[in-house]
């Protein structure tokens, strides 16, 4: 870590300040996710971008306060996402991850917590897990990043939740084979509860 990581770190972490606080300022219902979303809950900062999930009638409404702050902000060809961007630093607004709806619910089940010295709501710990295994595909299969953040956050997580999630995922399974051979979580997590999410 030189001091230009801990450049682009102040930065982005300036950048989810001023965001989330135009979003709450716009009344968008929203939840920090992604890698800051893991920093907030005690992992070490690995920040290229700031993620927030939100309802899907929700971003229009987003869109607008980040571009009254001067973002500018771009539809990709992507149809689960928005982009917004504070000079170059990348905003990304989900509303759905893999064919999942961001839900109202979802969001409530988020927590209030300190990032970059401003309270805003942080994807329970499980469900942010979720939100990072369920991606998992032939093309992205970066197993090795996600380690050190699951590890960080292994104790906040119901891992029998986010197995049961994770059935259908081929890749997201393997990779709690994988915790349970590393001994990050218990070898005796139980796939079989409600596979319903968000």
């Not at 218990?186 to 319903?196: E, H, I, K, L, Q």
Request: charged letters at 25%.
């Amino acid at each position: 870590m030189g001091s230009h990581s801990h450049e682009v770190t102040d930065s982005i972490l300036e950048t989810l300040k001023r965001a989330s606080t135009a979003l709450k300022d716009a009344k968008v219902r929203f939840a920090l996710a992604g890698g800051c979303a893991a920093y907030a809950r005690g992992a070490a900062p690995s920040l290229h971008d700031v993620d927030f999930v939100l309802p899907q009638e929700d971003v229009p409404t987003a869109l607008e306060a980040l571009r009254e702050l001067g973002f500018e902000t771009a539809k990709p060809p992507e149809d689960w996402l928005v982009k917004a961007y504070d000079e170059g630093r990348l905003v990304d607004l989900i509303f759905n991850i893999c064919g999942n709806p961001v839900t109202p619910e979802l969001l409530e089940r988020s927590e209030p917590m300190k990032a970059s010295a401003v309270i805003v709501p942080v994807l329970e710990a499980t469900d942010l897990v979720i939100s990072w295994l369920l991606p998992l595909s032939e093309h992205s299969c970066d197993y090795g990043s996600l380690l050190p953040q699951v590890r960080a956050l292994r104790e906040q997580v119901d891992w029998n939740r986010v197995a049961s999630v994770a059935q259908v995922s081929p890749y997201a399974s393997t990779f709690l084979t994988l915790l349970e051979r590393l001994e990050v979580i218990p070898g005796s997590v139980d796939a079989t509860g409600d596979s319903s999410w968000p």
